[in-house]
């Protein structure tokens, strides 16, 4: 199955990914998740990147694309995938198109998760990721009074781009380049809404009751 996540930040992408894609059991590939890897390991990639991501820009589609192209291409991506925060603007979703095209296959659904701006805010203040293992916390919601994962006891980071002003800068970055996809997967038909507010194991519940007539 090959499915797409979109949803504006904080909206719970990264967080229903890990279940949906374990589910499913096809890799989660978050371009969010690859840039920052590149970040923290010092590669060129990593040096532009962050000069974007700091910003709460998008990285320009080029770099993106061929970063996508190059993970698309790999073994376990060849029977199906979930992309989580890819593609973001009306020329990504062109090119992935394409790119799906001449491998002879095409996208199944679209999964758009719908949350309100105040909920973001809060999800997004108080956001937690493991350097270790990758795994999403939040400081409220799962309780969390040390910096330590309760899955493999890596330190718990928060993001460079989870400071106020540049949350509110990526809202607007999604509104405008973002927010237009939406549109794009309607037109083709492959468009699923599911609501993002509530409980995250009541989200991951009604997002698989979505995807199951694409199974
Ligand atoms: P990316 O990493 O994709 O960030 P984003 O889209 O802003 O999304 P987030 O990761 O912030 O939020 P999320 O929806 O995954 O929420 P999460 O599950 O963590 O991109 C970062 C940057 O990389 C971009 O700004 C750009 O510069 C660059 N980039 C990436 N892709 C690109 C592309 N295609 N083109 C160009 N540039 C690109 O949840 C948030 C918090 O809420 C967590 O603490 C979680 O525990 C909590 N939470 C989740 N669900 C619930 C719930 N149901 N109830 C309560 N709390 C919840
Ligand atoms: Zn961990």
């Known amino acids: 199955m090959r499915v797409v996540l979109v949803g504006p930040p904080g909206a719970g992408k990264g967080t229903q990914a890990q279940f949906i894609a374990s589910n499913l059991s096809i890799p989660k590939i978050s371009t969010g998740d690859i840039f920052r890897a590149n970040v923290s390991g010092g590669t060129e990639l990593g040096k532009l990147a962050k000069e974007y991501m700091d910003r709460g820009d998008l990285v320009p589609d080029e770099v993106t694309i061929a970063m996508v192209r190059d993970r698309l291409s790999e073994d376990d991506a060849q029977e199906g995938f979930l992309l989580d925060g890819f593609p973001r603007n009306v020329p990504q979703a062109d090119v992935l198109r394409k790119m799906l095209a001449e491998w002879g296959t095409?996208?199944?659904?679209?999964?758009?998760?719908?949350?309100?701006?105040?909920?973001?805010?809060?999800r997004l203040a108080g956001r937690r990721t493991c350097s270790q293992c990758g795994r999403i916390w939040h400081v409220e919601l799962d309780g969390k009074s040390d910096d330590v994962c309760d899955v493999c006891g890596g330190r718990l980071f928060q993001r460079d781009d989870d400071k106020e002003e540049t949350i509110r800068h990526r809202l607007e970055v999604y509104q405008e380049q973002t927010a237009p996809l939406i549109a794009f997967y309607a037109e083709e038909g492959i468009l699923v809404g599911v609501d993002a507010m509530g409980p995250v194991e009541e989200v991951t519940r009604r997002?698989?009751?979505?995807?199951?007539?694409y199974m």
């Open 106 to 122: 095409e996208l199944d659904v679209v999964l758009e998760l719908i949350v309100d701006d105040d909920e973001v805010v809060r």
């Open 207 to 213: 997002a698989m009751d979505a995807l199951r007539p």
